[in-house]
């Protein structure tokens, strides 16, 4: 198998993974309260209540037990429990927790469970959006995760900012209109892979400057004077100065969001995710997405040749993903059809 899907919510299914399994986690979770992705059930109370009972944003703000009408949540209503009737709603869905300290809680707890899987030299690049509160306030979700993943043990290598050239309009007139999200680069220990050669970018240096032409020498600076003193470790210089093969990947990414045709509200464009395969997953090796959706990363990860498992708690997204996968698997065939590559044994296309 090239792929696998496994249904059912992330921490639960992580537990059928094998330890050092996994070479690379490409991931989006849930936002924190942006919608209902209507995975939750009612148990108890009566049976006739809708159990939906639109709030006020000013009850909204008093009991975040509610949300706003108009900003594109499947359901409005209670959370946890319906005041009319006392039905409780059960729902292991991440991204409707009551309160953002429990959000944020939940995903630490996630992430910590994944480190068994992930291999000692594995990475996890996540994928987050923030939000706004009923009194205006940024919540700053990203990056309340990224410290609190570091406080739990987490490397945090890199804050990569996703800047869209189509972002979606918003009718505020007191702040700028939101066209970024971030992608933080996570790793378990100091040495991890990446690939930097396989995401680099073209060099912009003038031609006419022959210090970065091919053939150029290498620039050491340890012996400067300059480079000598101070509180900082000197600088070694270049070992190369030939920019002719490309520079190395700076962290804005300025891409345009994606259209799936399918029933799912938030997917990734596919060249967001080529880089982060490409860095961190060597070729034949596993990618792994938590929340994996209408399918993106595990069809990226198997169509740049490497194996994928995605996790989903939501079943109506699982045909969605297969769909996706027999397009990529037909794709693949009809290119390599003609190839004399020999055939994958199956212990190398076997799957953890």
Known sequence: ????????????????????????????????????????????????CSHAVRLTPSAASSTLQGFKAGVGHAHEGFADACPRCGAVRVDEQLGMEPTLEAYVARLVSVFRDLRRVLKPTGTAWLNLGDSFAPDKQLRGVPWRVAFALQDDGWILRSDIVWAKTQPLPESVRDRPTRSHEYIFLLAAQPHYYYDAVAVKE????????????????????EQEAWNQHGPYKPHRGFSSMDSSQGRNRRDVWTLATARFLGAHFATFPEALVEPMVLAGCPPGGV??????????????????????????????????????????????????????????SPEEEALP
């Open 287 to 344: 990618v792994l997405d938590l929340f994996a959706g209408s399918g993106t990363t595990l069809a990226v990860a198997v169509r740049l040749g490497r194996r994928a498992i995605g996790i989903e708690l939501n079943p109506d997204y699982l045909p969605l993903i297969e769909a996706r996968m027999a397009d990529v698997r037909v794709r693949q065939i009809s290119l390599f059809a003609d190839a004399a590559a020999p055939s994958p």
């Open 1 to 48: 198998m090239i792929y696998r899907v496994l249904p059912g919510e992330a921490q639960t299914q992580l537990t059928h993974l094998d330890m050092a399994s996994i070479d690379c986690v490409i991931t989006s979770p849930p936002y924190f309260q942006l919608r209902d992705y209507q995975t939750g059930q009612w148990e108890g109370g009566d049976p006739e």
């Open 202 to 221: 073209p060099a912009v240096t003038p031609t006419y400057d022959r210090r970065y032409g091919p053939g150029a020498p290498p620039r050491h600076r």
